[in-house]
């Protein structure tokens, strides 16, 4: 089993910059693409961006590109979402999650996925 713990998530202002982090362990982090998902109250959970075993692909939901950048540090088994210019609607819970596939820009496409972590934009 592959255990996700993200952290960074917090309550910030319109405009301000968040840096997301997920550890993982238990499994050979290299082997997994990264993605990271969110969900806000009402909705679906829905795709954000996703990073290749290698760190070599990037994928980004129309809704973030320009804004976010996915990286992955794989001697330290993490990942990182750096967010840029927060809006109101990227308020959400934000899950790290791994998976064998590639791409994977849809959430089934994950096998294994963090607790998550909140994100709150004010206006």
């Known amino acids: 089993q592959v255990q996700l713990v993200e952290s960074g998530g917090g309550l910030v202002q319109a405009g301000d910059s968040l840096r997301l982090s997920c550890a993982a362990s238990?499994?050979?982090?290299?082997?997994?693409?990264m993605g990271w998902l969110r969900q806000a109250p009402g909705k679906e959970r829905e795709f954000v961006a996703a990073i290749s075993w290698t760190g070599g692909s990037r994928y980004y939901a129309d809704s973030v590109k320009g804004r976010f950048t996915i990286s992955r540090d794989n001697a330290k088994n993490t990942v990182y979402l750096q967010m840029n210019s927060l809006k109101p609607e990227d308020t959400a819970v934000y899950y790290c999650?791994?998976?064998?596939?590639?791409?994977?820009?849809?959430?089934?496409?994950?096998?294994?996925w963090g607790q998550g972590t909140q994100v709150t934009v004010s206006s």
């Open positions: 999650a791994a998976s064998l596939s590639w791409p994977t820009v849809i959430p089934r496409a994950y096998e294994y």
């Open positions: 238990g499994r050979t982090f290299s082997s997994y693409a």
